[in-house]
């Protein structure tokens, strides 16, 4: 949105943390909230009784919470939340929808929450307030205006809590569609469903405990220095336990290769520790290849010495397919694993090397450099069979660890946000609420903006998140977006969302999560290990006009259905216990859920691959045989992945800065191998266009700057959402359908003026 960046580089860093997480932290707490907000809030955060942290879904401690169990980005979290700054009634006077699209995301992120429900009328050049019971008014006439209910689209971000999402699925349901979308489709659907195939359940299978007692920890794809800095806590009590750490991963990211705990003495003084020992800078989704290669190495030496390698009393036992996999290993060339992953023989011994020395209690995390390409869900498959190979799953220190994003996105779907919930959850729902859910499969994100975009969907509800720019095709999705009704969105902050809309729109204002909702209601969420806890509100409310989510659903659904509905939306909004009562009687796993939440530390839903119990059809483990294959561009293009900077939750920009990779005062930047840059007559700094090639369409992204960068040849990265215009919206997921934003065909050009 701006074209004014100007980019200081400097070196990129090796280790994580330290005093300047520390600094950053308390600049972003004092100067958004305040000291006396801002630390009564971090120290409440992720504390047992306290609230949860509304960044990432990486677990608090089982026991032993240290005071302050927070991390940089998390403080940015909860100071951006926690801000005493309003988007008013007078903000939106001042300023029109025009003028405010034409201002930067960093900047909307800085205008404060949002005080109070805003309309746009049709034409309407600025939002103006409109009364909680009209804006429920004004939703509900349009959904009965609709001709069917599935011409209304209802997206959830990761952020809501299970009540919230509950009673939000139930009341779309009992409208009548399964247009449940959610961010998950655009993160770790290809995780989800991959497992479901593979080991019967889309969650990982490991413990926090796990984690600290493992021989080997391989991350895949992530970046936890940035994305989820409480994860190098554990990282560095694993290595100090005798595990190794293996990253793969492009770019050689400053939190995988060293950390120094930032409320740790010893390490403020300098000492850090030292964390993945291994490195491998694999392509751009050359990860299938890489995994293939470590089963050939693996079945290649069990060849030589039968009975020593792979975990045959576990092959036997447990799996499927075994004898089709080894067939498709044997028949992978070399040649091919080693020019796709980019990574040699020698290499990848190495790693067979390290992962044979133990008890092959071995870990395998991943993210988005996994789930967000073409062959992702094939990908993830590749490294579960790699674990049934070596019967590392279902034991201790064993198992698949998906790292998850948005700190309540694993529990959404557990409360039912699916465009595709399965039919035990459907009957369940309708048993217990006597509604009759619709059984024919929903939009999810990418059908969303298709069916927007025909003027087959009308209206679009939104619980929470930035939909046009988390979504692929920023032109087209605003085009979709543009040709609805309405759209309505539930938010705290003011974000692109609301500037590019339907013929009218809402903002309606919720509390967040550090807030005191009522008499100190609690929720609960669910993070990324499976652990159910309560998360209590205790800042007082940015503004006296703000619901909380729960009650802006519950007034929605009592809006559309009338007072006399035989579900009791209205109690569900005084008593958040009726809604865990009925969620105890619909989902397996919530048994005394009221009680069990109320526990210091809650409780772990079950998963029975802990017990090598698979629920997959053939209730086996499922090794899947399949071709290797990578995304490959053209000689002379690149592949261009889009990440996160260290200043930002995703859409959300806190700043201008990416400490770790040494860029500051700049967004628009894009990532290249010097020697790209300089085939292309291209200097650093420079400023370049970029265009994106999808089957005979181009893409534009314009006025870029060049920064030369240590990766392999052929790739390029650059920040999401600025370079969203260029993924294009059906490249997709095969089975997932997840957007592939990070693997993108484009060049670089030199820019003319
Ligand atoms: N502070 C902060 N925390 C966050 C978020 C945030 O934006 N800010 N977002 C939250 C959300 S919703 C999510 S999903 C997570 C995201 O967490 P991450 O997945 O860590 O996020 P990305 O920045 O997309 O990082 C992708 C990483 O994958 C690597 N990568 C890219 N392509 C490939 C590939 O083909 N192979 C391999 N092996 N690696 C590759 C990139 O170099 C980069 O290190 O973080 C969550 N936590
Ligand atoms: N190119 C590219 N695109 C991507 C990705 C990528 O790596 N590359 N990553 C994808 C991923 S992993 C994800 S998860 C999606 C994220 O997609 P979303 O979840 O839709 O986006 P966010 O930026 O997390 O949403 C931010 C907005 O949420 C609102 N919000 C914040 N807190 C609350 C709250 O407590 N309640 C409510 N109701 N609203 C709140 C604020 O108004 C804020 O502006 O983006 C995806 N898009
Ligand atoms: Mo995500």
Redesign the pocket.
Known sequence: MNDTDQPKVKKSKTWAGGIPAVNSSMRHIISQAGLLRGTRGLLEMNQAGGFDCP????PDPDDDRSVAEFCE??A??LASEATRKLADAAFFANHSVDELAAQSDCWHEQQGRIAEPMILDEGATHYRPISWQDAFLCLAEELHALNSPDEAIFYTS?RASNEAAFIYQLFVRSFGTNNLPD?SNM??ESSGLAMHQAIGIGKGTVTMHDLTIADVILC?????G????RMLTTLEEAVHHGARIVA????R?AG?IGFAHPQNPMAMMGRKTPLASLYLT??????FA?FRGLAKILLEREALAPGTIVDQAFIVEHTHDFENYRSAVAATEWDEIVRLSGIDQNQLNQLVDTLLDGSRKIITC????????RNAVATIREIANLHFLLGAIGKPGAGLCP????SN?QGDRTMGIFERMPEWFLAALDRETGIHSPRKIGYDTVDSIHAMHRGDAKVFFALGGNFLSASPDTEYTSAAMRRCKLTCHVSTKLNRSHLVTGRRALILPCLGRSERDGNERMVTCENSMGVVQSSRGILSPASPDLLSEVEIIAALAAAYHGDDHHIPWSRFAENYDAIRDLIERVIPGFENYNQRAAQPGGFYLPNPVKQRVFLTPNKKANFHAVEIDAFEVPAGRLIL????S?D???T?IYGMHDRYRGISQARRVIFAHPDEFKSRGIKPCQKVDIISYWHGETRRADAFIAIPYE?PMG?A?AY?PEANVLVPVHSQAIGSGTPT???IEIDIITRQN
């Open positions: 960044s990432c879904a990486w980005n998390g940015k979290a990761g961010c993160c770790h895949v794809g992530q970046n936890p940035t994305n989820h800095p793969i991963n492009p770019l990211e995988l694999v392509k751009v989704n050359g990860d890489l991943w993210a988005m450099g996994i789930t967000q390409h790292v998850r994003g948005h996105v992945q889009t990440l996160r260290h930002q939750f995703n959300t990766m790739s990265a999401f934003s990070k693997a």
